[in-house]
Each structure stands twice: as C-alpha cells, then as structure tokens.
Nanobody, 115 residues
C-alpha cells in the first residue's frame, strides 16, 4: 500500500555534490520520520541521517558538516544534500519512512564517488 522511491544517485568526482530525493506514496495518514541509510560492499548498513516529523535531525559522525537532510511534509518527500563528497561515501543509499505503524524501505540508489 505504501511505496518509497529514491532518486538522484549517480557518479560524481571527489569534492562534488549530489542531492538525493525520497518520495513516499500510497495510503498514508502520516509519516512520523524518514531516514537515509547506506551500505557499501562488505560493510553493514549504517544510518546516514534521520529527520522526524517535527524537523529534528540526526547524522552519522562521518557526514556531519557535509550532508543535510530535509523534508517536505506536504509532498511526503525527504532530501539528502551531499556536499564535499569523498570516495568512502560510495554506497547504495536507501530511504526509509516510518508511516503510520510500519516502516517501509526503498530499493536504493547508487552513489559512486571517484578519486
């Protein structure tokens, strides 16, 4: 009933920027929180950034000062602005949305940062 779709991934040189989008659609009463996670080959999935319905944010230490999460509640959409990208940021980025009483996940979008 609920779908989450990420977009905006791609190839970028170190030091560059990308903006990811995450749109939730379907039968939704409210989205309590949304978050971005990433997973690189051979590594565990990790939290990148999180934002509550009230706008409170949380970031992984590795991205603080470089990434910014935001959301548009009217559009049920979250964004991740990524600046000063590093090769170690290369990963599949996943969006999650805590909708009503369930958590939903997108299929992911690949971000590749070249040296």
């Amino acid at each position: 009933q609920v779908q989450v779709v990420e977009s905006g991934g791609g190839l970028v040189q170190a030091g560059g920027s990308l903006r990811l989008s995450c749109a939730a659609s379907g039968i939704i009463v409210s989205i309590y929180s949304m978050g971005w996670y990433r997973q690189a080959p051979g590594k565990e999935r990790e939290l990148v950034a999180h934002i509550s319905s009230g706008g409170s944010t949380n970031y992984a230490d590795s991205v603080k000062g470089r990434f910014t999460i935001s959301r548009d509640n009217a559009k049920n959409t979250a964004y991740l602005q990524m600046n000063s990208l590093k090769p170690e940021d290369t990963a599949v980025y996943y969006c999650s949305a805590f909708v009503d009483v369930m958590t939903y996940w997108g299929k992911g979008t690949l971000v590749t940062v070249s040296s």
